[in-house]
């Protein structure tokens, strides 16, 4: 198995011009799209359907009056004319009660944007630190030919979190054997997060969304709830507009 | 003074939009262009113009008599209608009583693309492993306030060698107590070299460029010389379309 990783929103673009049938992309955006698609599937929803704008998330919910909409701007609930969306964007929100069977949408900009850049590909899978191990051992026993690791990152700037986070599917990914060969890229955010790892909160507080996050009071647990690694045991995957629990 | 890295060459577009009035570049090619490029000024050689493709080369051979071209493809020095190149890109074959006082065109398709999106700065360096202490001593005493490490990598892709370089100049800006801030970027590369540095050969040997090179018996040998640390003291300038020794 080839592991290559994804840096840098600005990779994006030549993503979509690459032929990905046989590439399996992971997308991660750890603060906090990714996570908490992967918590809310975890506390029984449905699926997170993933869209940038709030107009998109608006006009979703007119199409399918079902949904829930989740999102924020500046850390606060979206509210515009139709009223307050039902979540904001952080995963300590998304409860049991107030997902289950539920399909909700989500407005996370890099993350949308990850997630539609690997369109062509075989699969694509969200993950975070919450689901890393079981999003390992699927991609180990599966003996996919060539993984792509997405880091969404944080506007057009890389983010450190995601970085670590593809560091460590990686270590893992070594360690159990599927990974036979590692790009340049994989090998920094391998060194990177072999590096980070003791000290990981410690680290990844020092990043631009991290610091961004702490800042704020109602969100600053967030940070150490995405950094909980292997909690979560499902597998999440990109089916059409639709982010579900994947059954394998 | 912050201290912020571009990890790819798909970042480099959006530089040229950027204003760069108060950024001093540190542009990073080590397989081999900016290695190359400090080995002939440290030899003697009076200015090095990097161009990207064989045409500019000759163009700017035509139009300047005087200077001397250096180039390869594929490993080999470059031959053409109008005859052989007078050097490849080993930084082994710019020695002293080849390139004293002569100024050489130097083809380097991903280090002339990283210095021309510099175009706009302040200060646009050229550095390598070999004179890494000298241009973190330079930029140390004069505080600039924004120093962006520009990454060259290898055709659209990072390169490991640079990165792990950038990492190197972070850790000594940091221990000079010339950084302040570090983007994420910056961590990334830091955290990188940081585990890297115990066996920098040996990690440095799994790139693809270095791996290219190690194929090569006549160029192999590149490699190792190319990491050398702080073994040339000068610091390189791109001034107009030559990169000359800074006096300072």
Do not use: H
Not at 74 to 90: L, M, P, Q, Y
Not at 154 to 160: H, K, M, Q, S, Y
Not at 220 to 239: G, H, I, M, N, T
């Amino acid at each position: 198995m080839i592991i290559d990783v994804i840096l840098t929103p600005a990779e994006l673009p030549a993503l979509t011009e690459r032929d990905l049938g046989r590439v399996v992309c992971v997308v991660l955006d750890v603060l906090r799209a990714t996570s908490t698609i992967v918590t809310a599937l975890q506390n029984g929803a449905a699926a997170v359907i993933p869209v940038s704008e709030i107009s998109e998330a608006l006009e979703t919910g007119r199409r399918r009056p079902d949904v829930l909409l989740g999102g924020e701007r500046k850390g606060v609930k979206i509210r515009t004319a139709e009223g307050e969306f039902d979540f904001g964007n952080s995963p300590r929100e998304y409860t049991p009660e107030k997902v289950r069977d539920k399909t909700i949408v989500s407005t996370t900009t890099n993350g949308t944007r990850a997630l539609r850049a690997c369109a062509g590909a075989r699969l694509v899978l969200a993950a975070s630190f919450l689901n890393l191990g079981a999003t390992v051992n699927y991609l180990g026993e599966k003996r996919f030919e060539y993984v792509l690791i997405v880091c969404a990152g944080t506007r057009e700037n890389v983010a450190l979190e995601d970085v670590l986070a593809a560091g460590a599917l990686c270590e893992s990914l070594l360690d159990i054997g599927a990974a036979t060969e590692l790009s340049d890229s994989a090998q920094i955010a391998l060194a990177a997060f072999e590096k980070a790892q003791w000290d990981l909160p410690g680290t990844i507080s020092k990043s631009e969304n991290a610091r961004r996050l702490l800042a704020i009071p109602e969100l600053s647990a967030d940070v150490e709830f995405c950094l909980q690694r292997d909690v979560v045991a499902l597998v999440a995957a990109l089916k059409g507009e639709e982010i579900k629990r994947l059954d394998f």
